[in-house]
């Protein structure tokens, strides 16, 4: 099993941190989207998309997109609730990180700290958008120590990815008590250090 992916992209350090919490042996191939290697023929024949993370199985299929892989990984695991409403609660903390939460997020990391672009150039409405996810957030876990309740899921680690490293993007986590604190216990149960 290898997974393409980038160090610097929540995306794909999600999927790392899956297989590293279920014990999922894999080779990581450090694959720099910045670079331009995943528009790359060879790497478009692994995914036309020319996107990571990547997962390319023993047999030779492949599987894109982060939460897509990070649900083959954990098929049968405790990471995905048994209880049919908390895993339906989980698939839409999915299905709202990569709609609400990492496009504002996400975009404002990687353009402010990767690509060092003026604060001035960015869409103002990203830190809007974001702070709005962040907001939702909070509000959420003032329900229980996790995005579902009590149960420590996908969710946890999708959103904990750009969450943990939201100052990068010019986020301001001092007003989120909750999400900070909830930050570190997802941090604990992973075995991350905490966030630079």
């Known amino acids: 099993m290898k997974v393409y992916g980038s160090s610097r992209s929540g995306n794909c350090l999600k999927v790392k941190w899956v297989a590293d919490a ?6 990581w191939i450090e694959t720099d989207s910045f670079s ?7 790497f478009l024949a692994i995914n036309p ?5 990547a997962l390319v199985l023993g047999d030779g299929w492949v599987l894109a ?5 990070m649900l083959y990984l954990a098929e049968g695991s405790p990471l995905i609730p048994s209880d049919g409403y908390d895993r339906a609660k989980m698939f ?47 509000q959420q876990l003032q329900q229980g120590a996790y995005l579902v309740g009590r149960v420590f899921s996908l969710a946890d680690i999708a959103l904990v990815a750009y969450t943990r ?17 909830w930050i570190a216990r997802v941090e604990s149960r992973l075995g991350l250090p905490a966030a630079e």
């Open 22 to 27: 279920l014990g999922i042996v894999f080779e």
């Open 49 to 53: 998309a020319g996107q990571v993370p």
């Open 92 to 138: 839409e903390w999915l299905f709202w990180e990569q709609y609400s939460h990492e496009p504002a997020i996400a975009v404002r990391i990687a353009r402010l700290f990767y690509l060092k672009t003026p604060e001035e150039e960015l869409d103002p409405a990203l830190l809007k958008k974001g702070h709005a996810a962040l907001a939702r957030m909070e």
């Open 36 to 42: 331009g290697v995943t528009r790359t023929p060879e």
């Open 65 to 69: 997109q982060s939460n897509a892989i």
């Open 165 to 181: 490293v939201a100052h990068r993007g010019g986020f301001d986590l001092a007003a989120y008590p909750l999400v900070r604190a």
